[in-house]
């Protein structure tokens, strides 16, 4: 049975949601997938992901406790775990979320009446009131999700502990995982996300994680996402952000030791005076197989006085393939607009590629945007002044790696965090 197949049997044989709003917009999300099919799929390397027969995972499938201990940064972040996209309320640290942070599975809210989620339920997809979907990932996510977050943080509220969703996949068999993040920052608010996914399965996972974040007014957040140790995971991770009037939105995305990634961050700037940063570091050992990883990101201002700035890296060992593309797209007649694309990339070898396409759209004369791309091998003169100093040459080359990486690195502002993502890189560098 082919992946198409297998997808709409498992959608004739889905539950129905009793709230109406939520089942028409899965009932529209099914009839695009039978429309699009895999139709952009098939024009990338991500392609082989169509041979495997993937299946529903058993949801009865747990992990060992001793085993949750490791995977957490710290026992006094909120912690909410998720295995196989289900929730684990016995396991998760809630007790520090204050009572007025509204906070639910949405696999609760999914089978019963919530008027809050509804409101914002596939909000980022409407476009003069109609639902478009960018791609058949977020029409199967919305159509199969099984799980995920609904929290929304009210006005005036800094939240200083971090939430940490922390993504565990573990099936016995090749299975397809959809869940669904939703997350609401209120007006004057702060908060920090840490997202994690990890693999503990020996059978191919594909991971299809749809994310919609409101941040309002005057808000700030800050999301961080890891993606390491995917030696046998498909991941798709389907990002979208509205930003109101002075907010700042910063996503810092860390992927090694990985097979196939696509990261897809679609940003609309909905208000003056704001400010999106996004981060991206990706390394591939040189041990690994053929590995991709594709960063897309798309970023409409729909007002003046808007900052977007993009800086991505990546080293790249052996067959692995990364690709860069990034879009600004400026509504007419704006003024004070501020953008800048960097890609930067690290080659370790003779057989790994790169494509990078930054781009912005504008037909307004007053803004400043710019781009740049660097693709190159490590500098003979860099290894060779550290090997002057009494470095021998592997150490040299790995110190050289990690200067090159650390100008990302020690944006990370959470001390935990920052040490975990040098550990690993260094972990996974020649």
Request: charge should be positive; hydrophobic fraction near 35%; aromatic fraction near 12%.
């Amino acid at each position: 049975m082919t992946l198409k197949e297998k997808i709409l049997f498992l959608l004739k044989n889905k539950e129905k949601s009793p709230n109406k709003y939520l089942e028409s917009l899965i009932t529209k999300s099914i009839v695009c997938f039978k429309k699009i099919g895999f139709t952009e799929l098939k024009k990338t390397c991500f392609k082989s992901v169509l041979n495997y027969d993937f299946d529903l995972p058993n949801i009865k499938n747990d992990i060992e406790s001793s085993l949750l201990k490791k995977l957490s940064f710290n026992n006094k972040f909120i912690s909410l775990y998720f295995i196989n996209g289900v929730f684990k309320s016995k396991l998760s640290n809630l007790c520090q979320l204050k009572q007025y942070i509204k906070f639910y599975s949405l696999n609760n809210c999914l089978f019963n009446q919530k008027p809050q989620l509804t409101k914002y339920f596939c909000n980022t997809l409407l476009y003069k009131d109609k639902l478009c979907f960018p791609n058949s990932f977020i029409a199967i996510n919305i159509a199969l999700t099984t799980d995920g977050i609904f929290i929304k943080i009210p006005k005036n509220t800094n939240l200083k502990i971090p939430i940490e969703i922390i993504n565990i996949y573990s099936p016995k068999t090749s299975s397809i995982i959809n869940f669904k993040n939703i997350i609401v920052v209120g007006k004057n608010s702060n908060l920090k996300i840490i997202e994690r996914h990890i693999s503990t399965s020996k059978t191919a996972i594909f991971s299809n994680v749809f994310t919609e974040i409101f941040s309002k007014d005057q808000s700030k957040i800050e999301l961080f996402k890891l993606e390491n140790d995917l030696r046998k995971t498909y991941l798709i991770d389907n990002t979208f952000i509205k930003q109101s009037s002075k907010s700042v939105c910063k996503v810092f995305t860390f992927s090694s030791n990985l097979r196939n990634i696509i990261n897809n961050i679609t940003c609309v700037q909905v208000g003056t005076d704001t400010k999106s940063f996004f981060n991206g570091l990706s390394v591939f050992k040189k041990s690994n197989k053929i590995s991709k990883i594709y960063n897309n990101i798309f970023i409409k201002s729909l007002f003046s006085n808007s900052v977007s700035l993009q800086n991505y890296k990546g080293i790249f060992s052996k067959n692995s393939y990364g690709i860069f593309k990034s879009k600004l797209k400026i509504k007419d007649n704006l003024s004070n607009i501020k953008s800048k694309q960097i890609n930067s990339n690290l080659l370790l070898s003779n057989y790994s590629k790169v494509l990078s396409r930054p781009e912005f759209q504008t037909a307004s004369s007053k803004v400043k945007c710019s781009h740049g791309t660097n693709i190159g091998k490590l500098e003979k003169k860099t290894i060779f002044f550290f090997r002057t100093r009494g470095i021998e040459k592997k150490k040299s080359i790995k110190l050289a790696i990690l200067i090159f990486a650390n100008e990302l690195i020690k944006l990370v502002n959470l001390k935990l965090l920052k040490q975990n993502i040098r550990d690993s890189f260094k972990n996974n560098i020649i």
